[in-house]
């Protein structure tokens, strides 16, 4: 990952709140990430290219790590009704 997308991913962290959606996490931006909501559309075997979340926003929700690890690791993957998407209104 060259620094161009880096500094293209921390902006899109910004724009969606620069916080985490689940448990409001804010103080570190590189904590941050997009968590995919249908593993299924994945596109290739990076998690949430900064291209996808633009075009998709409504897949992706930004999550700290944390936050991340208990989806993943405890199963609870269902958190789409809660999603608050900044483009898709
Ligand atoms: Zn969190």
Known sequence: ???QSR?????LRVKWGGRCQRCGYSR???ALEFH???PELKVGRSNAPVGE???HPERFMLIC???SHEIHDCGQV?????VACPEAS
Do not use: A, D, I
């Not at 500094?7 to 902006?11: A, W």
């Not at 269902?78 to 809660?82: E, V, Y």
């Open 53 to 55: 979340v633009r075009r």
């Open 28 to 30: 570190c931006l590189s």
């Open 65 to 67: 790590s944390n936050c």
């Open 1 to 3: 990952m060259g620094r």
């Open 36 to 38: 995919h909501l249908y």
């Open 7 to 11: 500094r293209g991913r921390n902006e």
């Open 78 to 82: 269902h958190f789409r009704g809660n």
